[in-house]
């Protein structure tokens, strides 16, 4: 794993939250990534937890998902 951020746990949790809810919806990370725009490997980070991810960033996944910010937040 790479950087170790002050709320890693928490970002374990999120990066898991958004796989799961990827995957519910038959959504791979490069279907995800035509929809928002981000850089595949971005979505990969995330997932994994190896980055901060911007508000920004995490409000267009949500959007693009279709869920609710909350939604992917609330771990």
Do not use: F, H, P, W
């Not at 519910?24 to 490069?30: M, V």
């Not at 980070?45 to 937040?73: F, G, M, P, Q, W």
Request: aromatic share 2%; with cysteine; hydrophobic share 35%.
């Amino acid at each position: 794993m790479g950087k170790q951020y002050r709320d890693q746990e928490y970002l374990i949790n999120v990066g898991k939250r958004l796989m799961e809810i990827r995957e519910a919806k038959n959504i791979t990370q490069e279907k995800l990534q035509e929809l928002t725009g981000l850089d595949i490997r971005q979505i990969g980070r995330i997932e994994r937890a190896e980055t901060n991810v911007s508000i920004s960033s995490i409000k267009l996944i949500a959007d693009c998902l279709k869920i609710s910010v909350s939604e992917l937040l609330d771990v």
